[in-house]
């Protein structure tokens, strides 16, 4: 098995059996260059989600569309992603790990140059969507592969450093996308980003290895169908009542209705899932709840998303419309606290190795809170110096939650279960993303008409902390998993 390395790794003589505990385990070269793989074309697919929210005015001027036709480029995105990775379980163990590799970039890659070639906005629409199927399926993807080529002792570490795509790769979006629409049109975003995607999928073509063994799973065409009303209602629902922040006060109708699709749905996809369970072939197997860390994880990384992605849409309309920053100017601002995130990510997976997850979690939780009340004060003469100094404690904050919730979470997770927890986790990432910018954006939406824009965002960031105080709570009862044997 890959995941198993001599002792003598470093050429020292291998010794007897000593009585002393085993350093950890340490990687093999394969092992490595698998994950280093899968890394690199997560940190590409990830980026690309972001990269389109800055061009939007752009888009509208050159393709000829008005905002809520050019705002289905994001939303077009984001509910493929919310319909797919529900899949991603199955999907991860029926094909081998080459196989989902290559699906999953070959779409992506295939959508980039669609994309860059695109003569319309229709086509160009078909584009994001054929992305967001081979997004959707990387991220479980490379987390089931983290569990099961990396022991236990060193998962903490390696999740680390997924933390460096999760969270870099969406804060350079904007920048790198403020950086080409300088100077070149639109669709240098996506011909910048081709040759990278095609590099990783040759270097995965030649070098990636298969992962375990795929399974022969059968496949609830029922269970298929209902994530899309379910996840798809849940998402476009939520994003809709969140996207009229420019005047409109309160949802319209077909939002709610949305939302009450996706909820109905939701509730009989999951008594669908609990009755599969009998026969051993859910689509998504819920009986990874059964595992308390694992819950409590997700319900901590549901409220550390809906603080971060209510941040990530709030403050640039901050900047933008209170502070008149342009698109670069605000791109740059965000740009340090993305990068502290994703670089404090390697150090804390090796804390939280070393110490475990509640001393991170619960100093990260209250970071949380502190820097998300800091910003409920911000007003139209705040320095951006302090701005940007708030931003990187709050992504110092979220560092210090991520690494520990993804890992303590899936770590108690018995091997056939790995696809499915990770599927969960980001499943749940997507609608928490959703329901978070919903809720502060409306808040803003509403105050801001009434009140003025600096009263607006105050409230809405207020409504912020008030939801981080959770995850204090929800901190606190973190406690250090054991991993299953294999």
Do not use: C
């Amino acid at each position: 098995m890959s995941t198993e390395v001599s002792s003598n790794a470093f050429g020292k003589p291998v010794q007897a059996a000593e009585a002393q505990p085993p350093a950890p385990a340490k990687m093999s070269r394969e092992s490595v260059t698998v994950i280093a793989t899968l890394l690199v074309a997560t940190f590409v697919v990830i980026l690309n989600e972001t990269i389109m929210n800055v061009a939007l005015q752009r888009l509208m001027v050159d393709l000829g569309v008005d905002a809520p036709t050019v705002q289905w480029l994001a939303t077009g995105f984001m509910l493929t992603m919310a319909v797919v990775i529900p899949t991603t379980g199955f999907i991860l163990q029926s094909l081998t790990t080459r196989a989902v590799f290559m699906l999953a970039l070959g779409l992506f890659t295939g959508g980039t140059a669609l994309a860059a070639a695109a003569p319309g906005f229709e086509v160009l629409l078909l584009a994001r969507i054929i992305q967001a199927g081979g997004t959707a399926i990387m991220l479980p993807l490379l987390m089931t592969t983290i569990l099961t080529l990396v022991p236990v002792a060193r998962r903490g570490a390696v999740m680390g450093n997924v933390s460096i795509a999760i969270s870099v790769a969406p804060a350079m979006g904007p920048t790198v996308s403020g950086l080409i629409l300088e100077h070149f049109t639109w669709r240098f975003m996506f011909v910048f980003v081709l040759p990278v995607a095609l590099a990783a999928l040759a270097i995965g073509a030649k070098y990636l290895t298969n992962v375990g063994e795929a399974e022969k799973a059968r496949l609830d065409f029922l269970s298929v169908l209902l994530t899309v009303p379910a996840f798809g209602g849940l998402v476009y629902g939520l994003s809709q009542i969140g996207g009229g922040h420019g005047g409109q006060a309160g949802p319209g109708a077909v939002p709610i209705a949305a939302l009450a699709i996706g909820v109905a749905s939701l509730a009989v996809f999951i008594l669908r899932q609990v009755r599969l369970q009998k026969s051993q072939a859910p689509l998504l197997d819920l009986r990874a709840f059964k595992f308390r860390m694992f819950t409590v994880s997700v319900l901590l990384m549901v409220v550390a998303m809906m603080s971060l992605f209510g941040g990530v849409i709030l403050l640039p309309l901050y900047l933008q419309e209170i502070r008149g920053l342009g698109s670069l100017e605000t791109g740059l601002s965000l740009l340090p606290g993305g990068l502290a995130m994703g670089l404090l990510g390697p150090v804390i997976g090796r804390l939280f190795d070393k110490v475990g997850p509640l001393p991170l979690t619960v100093t990260g939780s209250v970071l949380l809170v502190l820097s998300l009340f800091q910003f409920s004060r911000l007003d139209a003469g705040t320095p951006v110096w302090w701005i940007i100094a708030l931003h990187v404690g709050l992504s110092f904050g979220l560092a210090l939650l991520f690494t520990p919730a993804f890992t303590t979470g899936l770590n108690p997770l018995p091997p056939h279960l790995y696809s499915h927890g990770s599927a969960i986790m980001s499943t749940t990432q997507q609608v928490a993303g959703a329901a978070g910018t919903a809720l502060l954006v409306s808040i803003f939406a509403v105050v801001s008409t009434t009140a003025g824009l600096v009263a607006g965002m105050s409230a809405a960031f207020l409504a912020a902390t008030l939801i981080a105080v959770a995850a204090v709570v929800l901190s606190a009862m973190m406690r250090k998993t054991p991993g299953q044997p294999e």
